[in-house]
């Protein structure tokens, strides 16, 4: 399928938007789940949609769908019981998100926690917004297969979402410039209107790809803002670095890189991630490490390649995160 007809099914009315364009409106009581309403700042909050139903589409890999959502209908405040990422193709899209408004542009994406309340305003003939809707497990497991310096940060602010007590856990990715996720979107979309047999396996990837550009972008706009972080976007930052230079990073490095002082930057990780800065650093090698023996690298260049000069010290650290030596590691591997 070429773009340019991507773009016309996109666009094409459906009979439900003509009618809601002529002035009909959707019974949203049928959609809520009436046995299912918690309460959010003293006011009940409904859930929409059925996680069963919605996970499963053809095209796609189990744990994924995409869904457009309907012009000229807008969508009450509501919760789901899967987590969803939002995507405006083309146009805007006006949203609540736990209480606050917010515009999503072209091209930008906003990842939502499963229990954050959220509505949509009404979109327009040209306002195109897709709604990916994705179990934690695939999630979680699209997040493991990414090897790139985006990885611990999207781990990280999984974790967040998933940490979050008062359910506004949600992240707001501007990437209105980012030719990637648009073609990665576009590639996805493709693959679920004209499916193959291959396309659960092409979608996945592609989704993958999606969630590491997503990661770029965020720290990107991290470090070009000159307003305060919030501390859960200095962790994130963190993470990422440490990542990074997990080999020879230094708490005064981290510091520097993130305009704080070290004795705030230890106690801001500690606060955040419950583990200290040298714990992140360790974890960090140690990920690396297993990839290299993924790879099929020995443990003494697994061990030199991420900043180990003490083999008796990393064979103790790898069993204590792995559970067996570095050589039972790669015998696990297909040969």
């Known amino acids: 399928m070429d773009i340019a007809r991507l773009d016309n099914l996109l666009l094409e009315l459906t009979d439900s938007e003509r009618a809601y364009r002529a002035g009909a409106r959707y019974d949203w009581c049928d959609a809520f789940d009436w046995d299912f309403q918690p309460e959010i700042d003293d006011n009940h909050v409904h859930k929409i949609g059925n996680r069963m139903r919605a996970l499963h589409q053809k095209g796609m890999p189990e744990g994924l769908s995409i869904v457009r959502n309907s012009r000229f209908n807008p969508v009450p405040e509501h919760v789901h019981d899967y987590v969803e990422i939002n995507y405006v193709y083309c146009g805007n899209a006006p949203q609540i998100v736990n209480g606050a408004q917010l515009t999503l542009a072209q091209n930008e994406v906003l990842l939502l926690d499963a229990a954050c309340p959220h509505a949509i305003g009404e979109l327009g003939e040209h306002d195109i917004m897709l709604s990916i809707v994705i ?14 310096s985006a990885g ?26 980012s030719r990637r996720v648009r073609r990665y979107m576009q590639e996805m979309l493709c693959e679920l209107l004209e ?9 996945s990837r592609l989704f993958e790809l999606l969630l590491v550009e997503l990661m770029q972008s965020y720290e990107a706009a991290l470090l070009q803002t000159d307003a305060p972080a919030l501390p859960s976007a200095q962790v994130a930052a ?53 990839a290299l023996l993924d790879t099929g690298a020995t443990a003494e260049a697994a061990a030199r390649e991420v900043g180990y000069a003490n083999m ?20 696990r591997l297909p040969r």
Do not use: W
């Open 238 to 290: 963190a993470m990422s670095y440490i990542e990074r230079h997990a080999c020879d990073c230094t708490l005064d490095d981290l510091a520097h890189h993130l305009h704080l002082s070290p004795n705030y930057a230890s106690a801001l990780l500690k606060r955040q991630t419950g583990r200290t800065f040298m714990q992140l650093v360790q974890e960090s090698r140690l990920t690396r490490a297993a």
């Open 312 to 331: 008796s010290f990393f064979y103790k650290k790898f069993a204590e995160r792995y559970g067996c030596t570095p050589a039972a590691y790669r015998r």
């Open 135 to 148: 179990s934690r497990p695939m999630l979680r497991r699209s997040l493991d297969q990414s090897l790139s």
């Open 195 to 203: 499916p193959t047999a291959a396309s659960p396996q092409i979608a």
């Open 152 to 177: 611990t940060v999207s781990r990280f602010l999984l974790n967040a979402l998933n940490d979050e007590t008062d359910h506004r856990g949600h992240v707001h990715f501007r990437t209105g410039g």
